[in-house]
């Protein structure tokens, strides 16, 4: 049977002939799907289906794909009745099949690919391409026109369906939520997303969770708790639940009628609650959005059974029922039985296309869900209004002599383009609780932390229902919503605990790679870059201990491809400003910088840090004392604790031996060190030698594992004289000064290295080497006893 | 004012003098709390507090941790009243002060810590050691009796309480949730783990959501929406919730009652759920166990006020809340009282010992939390009786002649350990619905999918109320289980597709830290190994595309300490079965195993893979041409697809040059290529040369990033001649040799490059290298064409 929600107030609102006409079209979606896993020939099935007209390896997902189509269909009906401004998140887009089948049918796909074209012939290329050498991914990918969500790893579509919502005030984001994808962390955590929208400046997300009942080969949990549960769980997730069910074996006409009467009512209460909020007569209440429960089986429409098994409404369903059709006649038989029970001739005319009658029943133009450019959003994308950073600059009195907290002067940019942009609503940082920690409390002199949960009276923490900081504390819906609203053209900043950002490795991971593909589909238009700021980072873990040391998102993040990551490790304030303002102008990249909060040495006056961060990695002049000549010592740095370990390690040097030629070689965009054919930041190796030498010692300090800095430079001439210093996985909760000589990169051990690798200074060095051991033990003892760094070493300051 | 649960049947279940004694208890733990985090010297307050007993650097979480000892002492009272078997798990383990003052009260800690006795001195130096350098750290940690739990990164307390439940009837463990844990992913799914909860067989999770309001500066979302609706969230997470609230400014003694009689209330929940369980009175019914919602605010106890502004029941509660002490004398008045508060001296006597009345209040011997032995899991671990490995072989006719699914092999030996012990209920598997997919179905023959949600007369996948498979569609749940399975003290093992294993990067990171931590634990008994089967691998995603190729853990895993983790490649299925056997029965390290699940050459004999693994690494001599001498060339190899691949290089090198001396290394154990300083597994430069020879070309073609290999090896006298292939980031859905051709790995490939790099060879090779270059072009258009590999080049095997 199919029950209808109770909430419904019409329980027919399709005419009959409204009715057999969503039917045909589902059925036409169906068809073109079951065409596609199976059919590299025969595409109108003229002739019975033989062994040649079936692909000899059959890949995809059938199982999610006829609900895909029917929400589809539906929702096609409500925005051409409404006129809606609508996109369509799938969140198993595993059933690429549906969504190919749907944006083919409604004509996107073939405005876009002229090739496939809406006839026999195009019908032909469709199913051939799919899940084929040389075609289309199995999954909706971003070749997808009207995708902004690839769907092959579960547990994103809600968070990306609500950042697609944020400030785009018109919008309905329709965002299904496949019962497996539920299981998963982060998406049962993004239900609660709708503590984070305001009905009157954000968009609408109608979230469906479509119940078919099984994953691969399990049944699903939210499937197998009783409906009143279930209930209780939308509601406690804050939503008004409205149910739709087809039971295995109901009529499909019913479910249409369910559907079509459901959807109504929902879309009536989503008008009404955002009319009471737009007209202030839901008093800023955080209203209960409805979500749609719909019931159907697994492989609706599919062969009930294969070989005696129940595969409709089974798991079986999940991919190919059956996948032996060139082995098994009888397998052939059900697939050509199956794709008729769908009628193509009454769906497609004798050329193969749509019959006129099921085509009116899309939208038209940009409302189609394939068109909207919410779904392409490049070409919505504006540049941000971006105030001159360098008026942000500290102007220390010299070289490594002042201190300043860099995020937090990084905080005040922040802030201005905030407000800058206020007008065009089209730039929000997110943090899970850290935008204060990270020290860009400054942005909430520009704007408030989004929050439409409950108050008290006593807050005082900037919660805001117009706020466009975002904190939540999950760093899967940071980065998920952050996602969403970048791919429909907006702008954003994500700054995070730099060990804590390895919680979204794997979404990091689907971001690069829908860039990496994005590169090569001209019709997509470039989108801002997602910005990360790794901060709270290893060497400044105050409060905390090891759990929270970690550096190697960076290592994560050099493994995807070349053109779509940036890494920065800006060493002071200045650069930290240029590199930001840099990061923010940029398109389709990953950026990941990485700089610490706390209060630190200051080196470069602003007309130096823009002059190094063009540059990316350079001599600096002023700590060298090789002059013009060749250097007996290389010092290399990355990020901020090892530049200043490295430049205290100088002065030790320095004041020993004030012949020594010592070159101070600071890197600020990490992909420098790698060779130009390999990154398109690359030094040249003729560059490379210039500041690194052909033959002389190089001792580097690097932020994170050194290993990454071997890896960066193993072709480099001089790779086999290069020692590289950094986090070699030794920490706890002690002071600065104690985690840098755990990891052996404090200022004495690099003196000791520099050391023991200029030849001849061994020799010269005397006594000194042992004292510069004496002077690592002393410093522990210190901190042993007192708690705290030796103020002669926290206080250090560039002496020339 | 302080609410009581409505469901609680007695409102006062504590005499008065049972009151004070637990209010007593509680004000002793908050005092030591306080004092870890603010003093290095005076802990009984004998003397006014002076800047000199006050810590320089002021560290630590204050703000959950009067809540969690006020959980903690009414857990000892229940414990003692009902001889409880209990752990405890501080989800807000950044409250690391109050279970240490717990751990310390209770006896514990001194017995496991000699040097910190009960009394003063020892006193003072539990408070000078904590967050200070040389002492512990900030979180609860591994060096915390009791704990099997970190709770620096938030997220996991649930899924490890319930991995501590498995298998353990007559366990109890506390699960503290803070309410800023609860907003993250892997939490916001955990709840749904009494889907996979036997009432009869596993123990009791006992929730307690604690509800402070704030996270770092920020209110949570769980405490700021209406009571009804968070209730309607728990009910529909499956669970009877409870309450207990204490505003901000009630009376702690109502709290006290409230707790209590809830906490008794719960209690006889749980033994009437377990009765009618145990009598079969629940007709297999999943129940509904209780939870507790508990109410208190931020920094309870604390400071109402500091600088005018609302400390207590405030996110400023958070760390530490004065942290000017040393510069604002009025911050140091406002410690002293706040110290004074507690009565110290109603609490400890003279010598500085917990008064006796009081020190009775804890459960003693193995009762006591902090002693539990499950959360020391190493001390009940039992070795898993294995079944020989080398029964389970395949005896292929030949070297490379015969096709298996090598895990589907894997799956049977896995099947019978299943079954072997099955008395000792120490064994399970673990998969986010991959177990089938993943080719283990075998040990469907031995247990069932774990299922306690409803079922349907047709289901068939093997539920079952007692099965020892796991499959929820959550890598964080999996690992999280079996991280609390391990640390319990039992065996586990975690088959996973290789792309999605990167969801948990940052588990896996805490996971290798603790191990790494206990190595310098004594108490900490060894516990069984992590151990990953990662299969679905980058190679053969035929079903899926782009967003499930990714080799990159493993780039992850080797950036942990060498000591902990170990990375295992094996070819083939008896390769497979003797890496599986020695992880199964090592201890504290993390096992990666990369294999794939497709159908694939089997090379070596059981005998020839045992010699093989127990290597590690080795020359195939019945591959290589290069009899007893030094080889022209090196063609090594490390996973299943380049192994085979390189094979069928080397048949194209030998038919073409029969007189090339080509040497085959194939590669089982990662990490020998690593130098035996930096692994323990590593080779010495003298074996490495012996295999890679010092001079010669090497062609390596490896599994993942082919990066990581010249990571490993860029100290091998040898690596200028070291040339790897491995994936580079390119994929799609396609055929598995299109897959090697876009990554350059394919055979075809290899023999160029082999070509290009021995001297004199493409003077020799002729036409040769057109010929393979057209080779590629001709599979890629048999692709194009058919769909499917060209059987010439799938049906290849070795043909000497």
Redo the contacts between chains.
């Keep these: 049977m199919t029950r209808l929600s109770r909430q419904s107030p019409r329980k027919s609102p399709l005419s009959a002939k409204d009715l057999d006409a969503v039917n045909a079209y589902w059925r036409a979606a169906n068809y073109l799907s079951v065409g596609q896993i199976y059919l590299?020939d025969n595409p109108l099935m003229r002739r019975p289906l033989s062994l040649d007209d079936v692909?000899?390896?059959l890949?995809?997902?059938w199982g999610t794909t006829p609900g895909l189509n029917f929400i589809y269909a539906h929702m096609n009906r409500v925005i051409k009745a409404r006129d809606l401004d609508a996109i369509y998140v799938a969140g198993p887009g595993?059933g690429g099949p549906g969504v190919l089948a749907n944006v083919y049918l409604e004509g996107t796909y073939s405005e876009i690919y002229p090739g496939i074209g809406q006839d026999e012939d195009g019908m032909r290329k469709l199913f051939r391409q799919f899940?084929?050498?040389?075609?289309?991914?199995?999954?909706v990918?971003p070749e997808t026109p009207g995708s902004i969500h690839?769907?092959?790893?579960?547990?994103y579509s809600l968070a990306h369906a609500y950042g697609a919502a944020f400030d785009n005030p018109d919008l309905l984001v329709c965002a299904v939520v496949g019962d497996?994808?539920a299981?998963?962390?982060?998406?049962?955590?993004?239900?609660?997303s709708n503590?984070f929208v305001n009905p009157v400046r954000d968009g609408t997300v109608l979230p469906i969770l479509h119940l078919n009942g099984y994953?691969?080969?399990?049944?699903?949990?939210l499937s197998?708790?009783?409906q009143a549960?279930?209930?209780?769980?939308?509601?406690?997730?804050?939503y008004e639940p409205f149910t739709v069910v087809s039971e295995e074996g109901a009529d499909p006409l019913e479910a249409h009628q369910a559907m079509a009467a459901t959807l109504d009512a929902m879309l009536d209460r989503i008008a009404d609650i955002r009319t009471r909020a737009l007209t202030g007569r839901d008093n800023g209440e955080r209203p209960a959005w409805p979500m749609l429960i719909l019931r159907t089986p697994k492989g609706w429409t599919g062969p009930k059974t294969v070989d005696g098994?129940?595969t409709e409404d089974?798991?079986r369903s999940h991919?190919v029922p059956m996948a032996n059709v060139h082995t098994n006649p009888a397998h052939l038989k059900v697939l050509e039985e199956w794709m008729r029970s769908y009628r193509p001739e009454e769906l497609f005319d004798p050329a193969g296309a749509l019959m006129p009658e099921l085509a009116a029943l899309a939208p038209s133009g940009l409302r189609r869900m394939g068109a909207n450019p919410h779904a392409n959003g490049g070409v919505l994308l504006r540049d941000l209004k971006m105030p001159d950073f360098r008026d942000y600059a500290v102007e220390p009195a010299g070289h490594g002599v002042e201190h300043a907290e860099s995020t937090k002067i990084l905080g005040t940019f922040l802030r201005d383009i905030m407000s800058d942009n206020s007008g065009a609503d089209n730039f929000r940082v997110f943090g899970p609780?850290?935008?204060?920690?990270n020290r860009l409390q400054a942005l909430f002199e520009a704007t408030g932390?989004m929050?439409n949960?409950?108050?008290?009276p006593?807050?005082?923490?900037h919660?805001a229902l117009d706020g466009r900081v975002l904190?939540?504390?999950?760093e899967?819906?940071c980065q998920g919503w952050l996602e969403g609203y970048l791919l429909t053209g907006r702008h954003g900043f994500f700054s995070c605990y730099e060990?804590?950002i390895?919680?979204v490795?794997?979404m990091f991971?689907?971001h690069a790679?829908w860039l990496?593909?994005t590169r090569h589909i001209p019709w997509r238009a470039p989108i801002a870059s997602l910005n990360y700021l790794l901060t709270s980072h290893v060497w400044r873990q105050?409060?905390?201990?090891?759990?929270?040391q970690?550096p190697?998102f960076i290592?994560?993040v050099v493994?995807?491809?070349a053109d779509v990551i940036r890494v920065y490790l800006p060493p002071d304030a200045n650069t930290l400003l240029s590199v930001a303002d840099h990061c923010l102008r940029s398109r389709d990249y990953v950026n990941v910088i990485v700089a610490g909060k706390q209060p630190q040495l200051q080196y470069l006056s602003m007309e130096e840090a823009i002059v190094h961060c063009t540059r990316g990695i350079g001599i600096w002049e002023w700590a060298s004392s090789d002059g013009d000549g060749e250097p007996d010592l290389v010092m290399g740095c990355a990020g901020d604790v090892p530049t200043m370990e490295t430049l205290a390690a100088v002065d030790i040097l320095r004041q020993n031996f004030p012949d020594l030629k010592v070159r101070v070689v600071n890197v600020v965009d990490l992909m420098r060190l790698q060779g130009s054919d390999e990154h398109p930041h690359g030094l040249s190796d003729k560059e490379f030698d210039a500041l690194f030498t052909t033959a002389k010692p190089v001792v580097f300090t690097y932020h994170g594992?050194p290993?990454?800095i071997?890896?960066l430079t193993?072709r480099r001439t001089n790779?086999g004289n290069l020692h590289v210093r950094g986090y070699k996985?030794e920490g706890?909760?002690?002071?600065p000064f104690?985690m840098a000589m755990l990891n052996d990169i404090d200022r004495y051990h690099l003196a000791i290295d520099a050391i023991d690798r200029v030849p001849g200074l061994a020799e010269r060095a005397g006594h000194l080497r042992q004292q510069l051991l004496d002077a690592r033990l002393k410093a522990?003892q210190y901190?042993?006893e007192?708690?705290?760094d030796d103020p002669a070493i926290s206080g250090w300051a560039w002496p020339y």
């Design positions: 590299l692909k000899p390896r890949l995809g997902h595993h899940s084929f050498p040389g075609g289309v991914p199995s999954h990918a690839e769907g092959g790893e579960l547990g497996g994808e299981e998963t962390g982060p998406l049962a955590a993004s239900w609660h503590k994953k691969i080969a399990n049944p699903t949990v197998r708790i009783p549960e279930l209930e209780q769980l939308m509601r406690g997730y804050g098994k129940r089974s798991w991919q609780d850290e935008t204060a920690s932390r929050w949960a409950e108050t008290v006593w807050d005082d923490e919660l904190e939540p504390l999950s899967h819906m060990a804590f390895h919680i490795d794997s991971n689907q790679k990496k593909t105050d409060h905390n201990g090891f759990s929270h970690d190697g290592d994560h493994n995807k491809k594992y290993w990454l071997h890896r193993y790779h996985e706890t909760t002690t002071t104690d522990r901190t042993r007192f708690g705290e």
